[in-house]
Each structure stands twice: as C-alpha cells, then as structure tokens.
C-alpha cells in the first residue's frame, strides 16, 4: 500500500529478517544526510548559518534559555519568583522553538499505536526526538523496519501495540493548543522586542536566511508533515479504516485533531 513505512523489503530478505529492508536504507540514508546537512555540514553548504562545530557562545545561550522555557512553562514561573534563570529572546524564535517541539510532542501516540513498533523502547527514543527531531525521528523508524522480522519472531514482544486513546487524545489537545500559543507568541507576545507583524515576518525572513537552528526548526516542520500523513495512513491501514484526508494534508493541527478523535 502507498504512503506505508517498510512495505517494500530488499530482495532476498529471509524470514529471519537477515537482508536489510530497502525501508531500513532508505531511512538511514535520510537520517545520515539530515544530520550532515543541518547539523554538520560547513556553513552554507546545504543549510545557512554555523554547523554544531562551529557553534557561537550566543547560540548555545538562546538554545539553553528556550530549552528551559519549554512550553513557556519557565516564564510564567518567573513572573510568580520561583523559575529557573533564563532570558527573554525574540519571540519568534521562542515560538518557532516550542512550536517545533509540540510536532515532535504529539507523534508518541502515533509510534506507540503502531504494530511496526511493538518491542521498541518507544518511549526512550521520543523522549531524545523532542529535541533532536528528525534526527532521531528517522533513525528510529529506520531501526524499527531494519528489526522489524526480528522483533515480530522474539516471544518477548508484546502481542498486541497498546491502545492509548486516552493518551492520544491528551496529546492531540496539548499539542494543538501549545500550536495556537506559539503562533500567538510569534505574532504578537512581547511586542517591545518583536515590534508590528510586519517586523516579525522580516525577522523570521532574516532568521532563516541566517540561522542554522531555525533553518533546521522549519526544515523539521516540512518533514514532520510528511511523516503526519505517512504515519496516519499506516495506522489507518492498520486498523482497516479511513481517516478524513484533511486530518493527514492538514499540517500540525491535522494530526492534533486526529489525536484527539483517537477510540479508546
């Protein structure tokens, strides 16, 4: 079927799962070029801005300040006298921040439902993915095809993937209204350092012409679109429905409201 991860293997494969998944190599070819290209690659070769070798004090400050204010949490604690220090920065690399880290917040549901994912340490690999993103996105997918024979034969791999329509719905919501917060942050919050809409949109402009972690912050948003529909029709497929196809085209608040109308 279409759209699905793995369902084309490499010829030859074994039923022990002996010969690599063409799936498998694709997605680690991906992984390997994502990380050259956004995280290594010398400046301007295939993304503009310093690579992580060359990284600036200032840049390591910002990340450091954001990662601390994740999901705003941090500010409103300092306004109440008992958050972590962290400074303010443009509020539209604090919205593009928490707006990329919601995406990768609200496909756990998806990767614990799927059968392809039985046996998997899911939850350990998402929890590194919320903030390295597609790199390890695409390295887990590749594992979870390159073992997928192996884990499906192991008797220790549960039977069945988990439900968690609970789960899924919390996260659709989350997810969906952590997205309208930070498009209201990076439109409006903090009017004194980010100015008119106008200037903001000049400075998102300038930050991805310029900026290696926002080139990769709106690089990931693309990406994470196609694994939306990707991810969503597996599932679909999964379970012998259709999902409205606006809820897999539709990027990010697609997949928060098809997390949140989740069966239990």
Known sequence: ASGEVGTSSSAGATAGGSATPMAALALGAAAVFYTYGLILSPPDQFAPGEPVWMIRPETVKEVTDESINFFFVNMWLQDLGIGLPADAHHPVSEGLFNLVNAYSFMFLPMLLRSERGRGMNTWAW???????????????????????????????????????????????????????????????????????VAARFDHLSELLATDRVAFAFMADMFIYTAWQYVLIGELDRQREKDSPAWMRLTPFFGLSAWLIAEEP
């Open 126 to 196: 998402w929890s590194v993915q919320m903030f390295l993103t597609n790199a390890v996105m695409m390295s887990y997918l590749c594992k979870r095809e390159a073992t997928l024979e192996v884990r499906r034969a192991d008797p220790a791999t549960p039977a069945e993937a988990p439900k968690g329509g609970a789960l899924s719905k919390a996260f659709g919501a989350i997810g969906g209204g952590m997205g309208v917060l930070c498009l209201w942050w990076a439109l409006f919050a903090r009017p004194e350092m980010g100015g008119d």
